[in-house]
């Protein structure tokens, strides 16, 4: 019986496992392969060297980019992590109706660049934000700053992800019974005392990926940026993208695309040493013999 579930389950992976091989495994080691690369006119010569890494790690421009795509990232997750948390612990634990869920889906119809164009508009010298403030009296004269600003393109990408990191968080929470928060609560624990000793050690890897997945999401953006970043809002998505579309240096483009990535694979770490070391994610047990 055993043996047949194994066979059925392999069978109904298979399909799934070969399209993340065919279109994302393959094209991400053939891009691997393009950062060793060189190009010149662009055209791709096929050499193995490390000057598209090393170039990079030593361009002033590249790190200044980067950090400010973690700074951007980094605020971003967080403020959407935290604005998901209350309304999935609404969802799952206080309301029985679906009805705010199937509104969280519903933004999902409008346009992406629909969006940003709103912000635009909202925070724009002539638009809604300023005119609160000109007639609060708060401001004199219309403030530009508001948009071409990280301002505008962390606030842009709250509201685009803020949804898809909703839905993380309500999947992450489910897991959670509602009894364990019941009986923390009637050992006299507090409610942000229960969401600390039972649902974030609990829903700890749900709600890291749900961050970690938002991280790389804003970092790798490069719409929102070339829309709403300015000079002083750009992010390295937008200077890979640039790579590949207006300079035509696929090479260096991949070797930067992986560096990000290198940089994601860091993040993680820290955040996850940091979490077992406060006791936020529960540190893995060994295996005993009877677990085996």
Known sequence: M???????????????????????????LILFAYSFWSSASYRIVPDF???????????????????NAIRIG????????????????YLVYVSRSQTILYLILITWFSSYLVRIYAWRTLLG???????????????DHPVSAFLF???????TLVHIYL???????????????????????????????????????????????????????????????QMLGGSSGQTTGLLIADQFRKTGNWPLGAAQAFLMFGVSIILYAVITVLGRATGLIAKRRAKTEREI
């Open 163 to 225: 949804p898809f990191c909703i839905l993380l968080v309500v999947s992450s929470l489910s897991e959670i019974k509602r009894d364990l928060i019941d009986a923390a609560r009637d050992l006299g624990t507090s409610s942000i005392g229960a969401f600390f000793k039972v649902i974030a050690p609990n829903a700890a890897n749900g709600l890291v990926g749900a961050f970690m997945l938002t991280f790389i999401l804003v970092a790798g953006d490069y719409v929102t940026p």
């Open 2 to 28: 055993s043996l047949s579930r194994t066979r059925t389950g392999a069978l109904l992976a298979t399909p799934a496992i070969l399209y993340m091989l065919v279109f994302f495994v393959v094209p991400s």
């Open 49 to 67: 060297q490390f000057e598209n890494y090393l170039g990079s790690l030593a361009s002033p421009v590249f790190w200044k980019v980067t950090f």
């Open 125 to 139: 010298t002539s638009g809604v934000l300023n005119t609160v403030l000109l007639q609060l009296g708060v401001i």
């Open 74 to 89: 980094l605020f971003t997750a967080t403020v959407t992590l935290i604005l998901s948390i209350p309304v999935g612990y």
């Open 149 to 155: 600003s990280p301002f505008a393109v962390t606030i």
